[in-house]
């Protein structure tokens, strides 16, 4: 990576994605278990005054398709880069237009995913739609 304006693309497309994260995480409370073993809360206690399992695992889902996604938007971007430095040439353009389509095709499955994933742990774990 010789190119400086590339370096300044990524730097920037990594800190927008991970900044979220760093928020996120400075925000999640802590549930003791035992004595004094704190562990974060996932998700809202359960009747018994702890976490659920399936919260839990919803989350872990959820920080998956997260990654997934922030992968996806990168490589849409590089796709983009590729796209406009072509110059012309017919085969970078192509391999560039297939990176976009194979990114937002990515995206797409991703947000469908977490919409099904959503719709079946509210059913399976709440019990409403």
Request: charged share 10%.
């Given at each position: 990576?010789?190119?400086?304006k590339?370096?300044?693309?990524?730097?920037?497309t990594?800190?927008?994605?991970?900044?979220?994260?760093?928020?996120?995480?400075?925000?999640?409370?802590?549930?003791?278990?035992?004595?004094?073993?704190?562990?974060?809360?996932?998700?809202?206690?359960?009747?018994?005054?702890?976490?659920?399992?399936?919260?839990?695992?919803?989350?872990?889902?959820?920080?998956?398709?997260?990654?997934?996604?922030?992968?996806?938007?990168?490589?849409?971007?590089?796709?983009?880069?590729?796209?406009?430095?072509?110059?012309?040439?017919?085969?970078a353009?192509?391999?560039?237009?297939?990176?976009?389509?194979?990114?937002?095709?990515?995206?797409?499955?991703?947000?469908?995913?977490?919409?099904?994933?959503?719709?079946?742990?509210?059913?399976?774990?709440?019990?409403?739609?």
């Amino acid at each position: 990576m010789e190119n400086p304006k590339l370096k300044i693309v990524i730097c920037l497309t990594v800190l927008a994605v991970l900044l979220p994260m760093v928020v996120f995480a400075q925000t999640s409370r802590f549930c003791e278990i035992g004595s004094g073993i704190k562990v974060p809360c996932f998700s809202a206690p359960g009747p018994a005054g702890q976490t659920t399992f399936g919260g839990a695992v919803t989350v872990v889902i959820q920080i998956a398709l997260l990654i997934v996604a922030s992968l996806s938007i990168i490589f849409l971007i590089w796709g983009g880069y590729r796209y406009i430095t072509a110059s012309g040439n017919e085969e970078a353009t192509e391999a560039a237009k297939n990176t976009i389509h194979h990114a937002i095709l990515g995206l797409l499955i991703v947000v469908l995913s977490f919409a099904i994933i959503t719709i079946i742990t509210g059913i399976l774990i709440t019990g409403r739609t």
